[in-house]
Structures are given as structure tokens and as C-alpha cells.
Nanobody
């Protein structure tokens, strides 16, 4: 069983940066693929980034965030991060952390465990 809790969201001006954190519980954190998704008001939840450190550091990124967002982890702290740079108004959304022991990729159905989300608002 894995429990996830996101933090680090807030209000930021366009062009600014934020780093989201996702604290995970569970003995096998290091074996899980981790991902970030987001959901803007009135829109479906969409993929942002994912990485599987167990299988040769395979990483996936949505085209909309390529070159601006990056995913990383600190195994000692059981935490995964989403560094977000050059934020745009269209990045405004609730950001969710997700994990799964077996699958990694851009699809919501791949992930068994989800956090409650953290709000990111980008002002212009």
C-alpha cells in the first residue's frame, strides 16, 4: 500500500517557478514508477510527466511541458518532485501525484495510487 501527499502549490506570476513535492509512504517506494497529472477547471485530468527509475530511468513528458518541467526523486526522503519553470497561465490546475508498481506512462489508468492534489495558479 502506498499513500501520497502533494505540497508546494500556490500562486505564482507567469514566467516564475515552483517545485511541487509528493511525499510517499510505503516500504518499496524505490520500486514504484511515479507520475504527475493535472486537472484544470472544466477539463479532464491530463498527463504531465512520469519516470520509472527501476527500468533504466525511462521518462515521459507531455509536449506542453517539455523543456520547462522535470521530475526527480529523493529516495532517502521517499519524495518525488516536479520542478516547474517558465510557468504559463495555461499551467493553472490542480496537480496530482500518482504511482504504480508495474506500469509507467502517460495514461491515467496505469496508476493505482493517487494523492489528493495541490493547487497551482499562474497569474498574468
Amino acid at each position: 500500500q502506498v499513500q501520497l501527499v502533494e505540497s508546494g502549490g500556490g500562486l505564482v506570476q507567469a514566467g516564475g517557478s515552483l517545485r511541487l513535492s509528493c511525499a510517499a509512504s510505503g516500504r518499496t517506494f524505490g520500486s514504484y514508477a511515479m507520475a504527475w497529472f493535472r486537472q484544470a477547471p472544466g477539463k479532464e485530468r491530463e498527463f504531465v510527466a512520469a519516470k520509472n527509475w527501476r527500468s533504466g530511468d525511462i521518462e515521459y513528458n507531455a509536449d506542453s511541458v517539455l523543456g520547462r518541467f522535470s521530475i526527480s526523486r529523493d529516495n532517502a526522503k521517499n519524495t518525488v518532485f516536479l520542478q516547474m519553470n517558465n510557468l504559463k497561465s495555461e499551467d493553472t490546475a490542480v496537480y496530482y501525484c500518482a504511482s504504480d508498481l508495474f506500469r509507467c506512462g502517460p495514461h491515467i489508468e496505469y496508476y493505482q495510487y493517487w494523492g489528493p492534489g495541490t493547487q497551482v495558479t499562474v497569474s498574468t
